[in-house]
């Protein structure tokens, strides 16, 4: 007889655990289960909590067991961004410091207390197939004893970037660039010596560097650029790793006293999402939702904010409340139209290197004159894998029905109408639209360049 459960959560992460923790305290007689392709045993991305994530641990009533897991805190970031060097210390946050966990352990913290809340967990239970009757029948594959099915009212995804069960729901996953990392591990020689506990950010022509300490006396030092970029460039390969690292100069000295390990660990870091997040009795939570570049420091918390609002949407939804979905939905994407804005602004912020193309890609500098006459060459405005807009948005630009043209300032109101897109996103976006030659100047702008490859729509 097929297990039966009121909501399974596909997936183990911290998104899948602060769903499961907050369903329970809204019903505790909930039947959840969580289904974790890994053993938690696997490498993931992610090392530092921000400081806001201890006020979700406190609520959750984890805060003093997290305290015994010993983690470093961690007292902020400094960056050499644009030509600038800067600071931003958590010790004057209202949240305190943050934390450099490894993720293994935090995420298997995390799923254990879900399991003393009440929750099943299944490890090395990979989801294989979903279909639905008046109940949704779930197919596993288990390392070990092969497959399973399972039988639940609701499906939680939380499989991350794979989005693996919203795709066979239905929805598509887009990407907006191409970003990755390719990471290397230090181990610290002289453990005896105070260590730096700030997260160090640096610029490069080719991308940028970010370098942390992880527990067990070791140091993470990872590249991140587009993924030609270090193909092109070798990056993922450890000479033409450190070749890009001898570029640098905050990060070469930060790690000079120490130990490289032989291994080097490529990836995926894309700004990405799912077209669509939510269905008939389910819904995505965490990455399976968006990926956020990993300059914005916010994925754990983002993902186990997104557990918390699916938790409360799920509840109402339950109690009879209709519109809670969409307004999950609503919330959803109003986030991610933030975090795009941010997103600009940090590269804006960053980028010295006028002819770069990493740099490029991420808009430049602002060279378009809102007065300038454009001609429509095309009626799609989504720029796959290189957008600064998401399909959805790139939807609002539409040409007028009695003229071939349009201004660069009217196309902004058109994207700025309804949206919470920034007036600079919204400029960057017209301009990246002209230097892929979807739109044509009808005056001089200076030197426009080719369209650059992209990937497709996946």
Known sequence: MEPAFDIAIIGGGPAAASVALHLLKLNRSLRLAIFESSDYTNVRAGETLSPPLSGMLKELGLWEAFLQLNFTEAFGTRSSWGGKTTGNDFLFSMHGTGWHVNRNVFDKFLAGYAVKAGVQLYTESKFVFASKNKNWQLQFQHKETGEFAVNSKWVVDATGRKASFARQAGASV????????????????????PQDSFTHIEAAENGWWYSTLVPEEKMLVTFISDADIIKTTTADKLTGWEKQLQKTKETSALISANKAEEELYVFPALTQYSSRIYGEDWLSVGDACYTMDPLSGQGILKAMRSGAFAAFAIH??????????????????AERSVYLNQKVDFYQEGNTWKDALFWERRGALISLAPATVLQFNHSDFFIPGNSLLTREESR???????????????????????????????I???????NHKVLSPQAALGTIPDAIPTPTEI
Do not use: H
């Open 174 to 193: 887009i990407k907006l660039d191409q970003l990755c990392g390719a990471t290397r591990w230090y181990s610290i020689t002289n453990s005896s010596a």
């Open 316 to 333: 109402d939804f339950m109690q009879g409340k209709e519109d809670a979905l969409r307004k999950y939905e609503q919330i959803t994407l």
């Open 396 to 426: 609002k630009l539409i040409k007028p029905a009695d003229r071939e043209t349009c201004t660069a300032a009217e196309l902004v109101q058109q994207l700025k109408a309804g949206t919470g897109i920034s007036d600079k996103r919204a």
């Open 428 to 434: 960057l976006a017209i301009q990246a639209l002209v």
